[in-house]
């Protein structure tokens, strides 16, 4: 797995690296340079003229409206202006997290943005090597104790794992279940989509996680009863107590081993299958998801556990990867 960190693109939005950005589909030939992309806080921004014309695309200046015009085989297909959040094509609007703005003479635009116009898929990929990457904990399903939660011990820190070979910096997350039913993770949003349109999105990711196989535990086990989920939802996760003061989420992930309508449950925080690694051993993970973006292109990503085990559940996520395609492409 080491190998595996030191040879991926880590397209963790928050690294600011000099990288080549692979092509964006088969039909594209040449790699975008690598003078003309940067990172800049959870995005990855490449350089408008380079990527469009990288794929035989014309970049053109309308001087009359003060618009950059970008023709594909002579009709527009998008158009922009200087200091604007908001990208026009012929039939829809995809607005920017950053006014469109020129740097030493280039325009820089949201990749994220620009694979969507194009209908390519988007790959992110974080591994968490500087920072959360905008990951955020979320705890829910627990009622006031009376003692300014304490006794939930909830902690969420990004710190070095000790998965032994393979250390490195991740999203460490624990409490204890004195609710039995307590639901913990993190949240991701993703935005930069097209408003309103069906994505697939393939998720992968990795839990560091030390519960031996067929233990045994108050309530349930501390492996096989704690259930690892993944969902894709486009409201953003929240909390809120109910009528008798147990804090719920707005989205239904279902209630310990059962799924909800928002989120799927992928296994347990059990070791792999005849492991032999004392101590912490990652687990891998993988679903495939459909969801609608809202109406500012955004989707929130949540990887999470929802824990029938009576007793302190804690691990470690890392080397996440999200494969996105637009379904109905332009």
């Known amino acids: 797995m080491n190998e595996k960190r030191n040879m991926s693109i880590c397209i963790a939005l928050c690294l600011l690296l000099i990288a080549p950005i692979p ?3 088969a039909t594209i030939t040449d790699e975008i340079s690598p003078e003309f992309s940067f990172y800049l806080d959870d995005k990855l921004f490449v350089q408008l003229r380079n990527y469009e014309e990288s794929q ?39 607005n920017l997290i950053a006014p469109l703005s020129t740097t030493n003479g280039r325009t820089y635009i949201e990749q994220s943005v620009l694979d969507a116009i194009h209908g390519y898929s988007t790959i992110l990929r974080y591994q968490f090597e500087t920072g959360n990457c905008g990951f955020l904990p979320i705890f829910s399903d627990y009622h006031d104790d009376n003692n300014n939660y304490e006794t939930y011990e909830m902690k969420a820190e990004y710190k070095k794992n000790p998965v032994i070979g ?32 069906e994505y697939n999105f393939n998720v992968v990711f990795e839990l560091a996680t030390n519960v031996e196989k067929g233990m045994f535990g108050i309530g349930g086990s501390p492996g096989e009863a704690v259930s690892v989920k993944c969902g894709i939802v486009n409201i953003k996760p929240e909390n809120k107590k109910d009528d008798i003061g147990v804090f719920r989420l707005n989205i239904n992930q279902g209630a310990q081993s059962l799924e909800g309508k928002d989120m799927q449950v992928l296994g347990n925080i059990s070791k792999p299958e005849n492991s032999t690694i004392k101590g912490f051993e990652f687990k891998r993970f993988e679903t495939s998801i459909t969801v609608t973006t809202d109406s500012n292109g955004s989707v929130y990503l949540i990887i999470a556990t929802d824990s029938g085990f009576e007793g302190l559940t804690e691990y470690y996520l890392d080397n996440v990867t999200i494969s996105i395609k637009n379904i109905y492409n332009i």
């Open 23 to 25: 092509a964006l589909a």
């Open 56 to 94: 035989g695309n014309t970049v053109t200046w309308d001087s009359k409206t003060q618009e950059i015009v970008v023709l594909k085989k002579d009709k527009w297909l998008y158009k922009a202006k200087h200091n604007s959040s908001v990208i026009t094509t012929p039939i829809t609007t995809y």
């Open 166 to 197: 393979d250390e490195s910096s991740s999203l460490y997350i624990a409490s204890q279940n004195r609710s039995d039913d307590m639901f913990m993770g993190y949240v991701k949003n993703i935005d930069g989509l097209k408003p309103n349109t």
